[in-house]
């Protein structure tokens, strides 16, 4: 089979693009002229020059594939970033739906995110049928790649595309240390954060993640979702587990929820004050929900298997001790 991946310069998309390789398959990677190259610079690929955001580019990387598989998005947390992330995350993929139509594509892989799914601010576990309720709390990336998701069902169930949508949690393995979203948790493996929030995350092996991805080439009716994840785990046990890896005490002090609540509310008048606090107010508000998620679906229909969260992260921190990142 011959696979277009999008976002194949990051950290998933590596795993993929090599991941499809190793499985026998012909792989086309789209990317910008300016993109690294370095998670995949081992791998024999097909280059297509361009961006999700340019309709003409995407169409010219989809001609000629029997699959694509698009994993390209923008992750951010700051309110100024959702116009940005609305671009890439919704039109990017309304691009490669309208690319994949045009070019007669056989099977579109959407890699949404658990976001789509939301959370709870109680202990309780989602599946893909629980209700979005997170909307009214103005976060781009949750709500791009929600409406993203759904533009892609939308499609599918309406019989214009082969598809379905893959919803992975917070990935830890080898190579993750470069990413942005693993700053926090290297300083937590560092011991130089002290607190921690009351919420849960749901943590998974990013080679499970490929697998799920692999799989859902062929199998999974079109129009449906799929949950990809596999233990879910208090913040607080997660930072213990980063902080043992890394030799450091773990984070003693709960940051209450009401204290992140006030800061994050009056965010805009301590700014103008010049007092605005140092710490990432929205990821921290965040990490204050249960994003607990059931992967029943995808054991059964997609035959993932998923292994434990702490090797996942013993994995991610081996490798980044290895970097000399802790």
């Known amino acids: 089979m011959k696979v277009l991946v999008t976002g194949g310069t990051g950290f998933l998309g590596g795993w993929i693009v090599r991941g499809l ?8 990677v789209l990317h910008r002229a300016h993109s690294r190259l ?26 000629g594939v029997d699959a694509v598989i698009h994993a390209a998005g923008l992750i951010g947390y700051k309110p100024e970033l959702r116009d940005q ?3 890439v995350n919704v039109g990017g993929t309304e691009n490669v739906i309208a690319a994949v139509v045009k070019q007669k594509v056989q099977r579109l892989v959407f890699t949404s995110s658990v976001v789509a799914i939301g959370a709870s601010p109680q202990p309780k576990v ?23 998701e759904l533009k892609v069902l939308e499609a599918a169930k309406k019989g214009k595309i082969n598809g379905v949508s893959l919803n ?3 990935m830890f393995g080898p190579g993750d240390g470069l990413k942005d979203s693993r700053k926090l948790h290297l300083k937590v493996a560092q011991g130089k954060i002290p607190f921690y929030t009351s919420g849960g995350i749901n943590v998974m092996n990013v ?11 062929t199998r999974g009716k079109s129009g449906e979702r ?7 785990i ?7 587990w980063l902080a043992e890896e890394g030799g450091s005490r773990p984070p003693q002090i709960l940051l209450p929820k009401i204290f992140i609540e006030a800061l994050r509310l009056g965010r805009p008048v301590l700014n103008v004050l010049g007092i605005g606090p140092k710490l990432p107010l929205d990821s921290a508000f965040l990490a204050t929900f249960f994003h607990w998620y059931d992967n029943a679906k995808a054991k059964s229909e997609l035959a993932v298997t998923f292994r434990p969260a702490r090797s996942a992260v013993h994995e991610s921190m081996k490798w980044c001790k290895s970097h000399g990142l802790i």
Do not use: W
């Open 21 to 28: 390789k190793n499985a026998g398959h012909d792989v086309r």
């Open 38 to 63: 370095e998670e995949i610079k081992s791998v024999n690929f097909e280059s297509a020059l361009g961006d999700v955001t340019d309709p003409d580019s995407v169409d010219s990387a989809c001609r």
């Open 85 to 87: 992330m609305f671009k």
């Open 126 to 148: 989602l599946n893909e049928d629980s209700l979005y309720e997170m909307g009214h709390l103005g976060l781009g990336y949750y709500d791009s790649k929600r409406e993203a």
């Open 168 to 170: 992975p949690s917070v």
């Open 207 to 217: 080679e499970d993640a490929v697998q799920g991805h692999l799989n859902a080439l």
């Open 226 to 232: 799929f949950i990809l994840a596999s233990e879910n």
């Open 234 to 240: 208090y913040v607080k046990e997660l930072f213990k």
